[in-house]
């Protein structure tokens, strides 16, 4: 299986909104609205902040926003923190019930 | 609210085989899929296997010839044995859990991670 595909960079001003895209096939992300989002600070495990495409966990933040079109899954972050600043990976279910990570998304707080 | 805690050497030979387990509190093993996922220095995750607590499993394609998870629900813990190690499975390892369905086949809860080199 090939990983998921998400831009190795994106940026933003405090307050800006960034969106980062993670784009798959129809044999996972196409076929199952099980996305989930990932955050990873240096040296610390990662977080999950969006599952279902869509769905926070209790405790994460409304400036986080999921959605999904196609092979294609977004992760919105509104009203940009410097806490913000870190890595983000996407997931998702595949056909063979495995699971399958995005390359990963490096966030830079202006 | 389950945590979770890796361990097992941090140093393994080439052509060892790399052994961890995932140590399970603050619920009971016996539901759910439980997970291990690792990161190679400076990039990003891959993830390795899951067992379900029913002892089904299912592992990445690309590691699969080399890959066993296993289940001790008396100990409520997990395992991961990756055969024939080289430098390229230098990683942190992290065990995880997704709840299924239920939890949108994500992973909800995380072990701290532990490193493991492999060198001579």
């Known amino acids: 299986q090939s990983a998921l595909t998400q831009p190795a960079s994106v940026s933003g001003s405090p307050g800006q909104s960034i969106t980062i895209s993670c784009t798959g096939t129809?044999?996972?992300?196409?076929?199952?609205?099980?996305v989930s989002w990932y955050q990873q600070h240096p040296g610390k495990a990662p977080k999950l902040m969006i599952y279902d495409v869509t769905s926070r966990p209790s405790g994460i933040s409304n400036r986080f926003s999921g959605s999904k079109s196609g092979n294609t899954a977004s992760l919105t972050i509104s009203g940009l923190q410097a806490e913000d600043e870190a890595d983000y990976y996407c997931s998702s279910y595949t056909s063979s019930t495995t699971r399958v990570f995005g390359t990963g998304t490096k966030v830079t707080v202006l | 609210h389950v945590q979770l805690q890796e361990s097992g050497p941090g140093l393994v030979k080439p052509s060892e085989t790399l052994s961890l387990i995932c140590i399970v509190s603050g619920d009971s093993i016996s539901s759910d899929f439980w997970n291990w996922i690792r990161q190679p220095p400076g990039k990003g995750l891959e993830w390795i296997g899951y067992?379900?607590?029913?002892?089904?499993?299912n592992y990445n394609p690309s590691l699969k010839s080399r890959v066993t998870i296993s289940v001790d629900t008396s100990k409520n813990q997990f395992s991961l044995r990756l055969r024939s190690v080289t430098a390229a499975d230098t990683a942190v390892y992290y065990c995880?859990?997704?709840?299924?369905?239920?939890?949108?086949?994500?992973?909800?809860?995380w072990g701290q991670g532990t490193p493991v080199t492999v060198s001579s």
């Open positions: 067992i379900h607590y029913s002892g089904s499993t």
């Open positions: 129809s044999s996972d992300v196409g076929g199952y609205n099980y």
């Open positions: 995880a859990r997704d709840t299924g369905h239920g939890g949108g086949y994500s992973f909800q809860d």
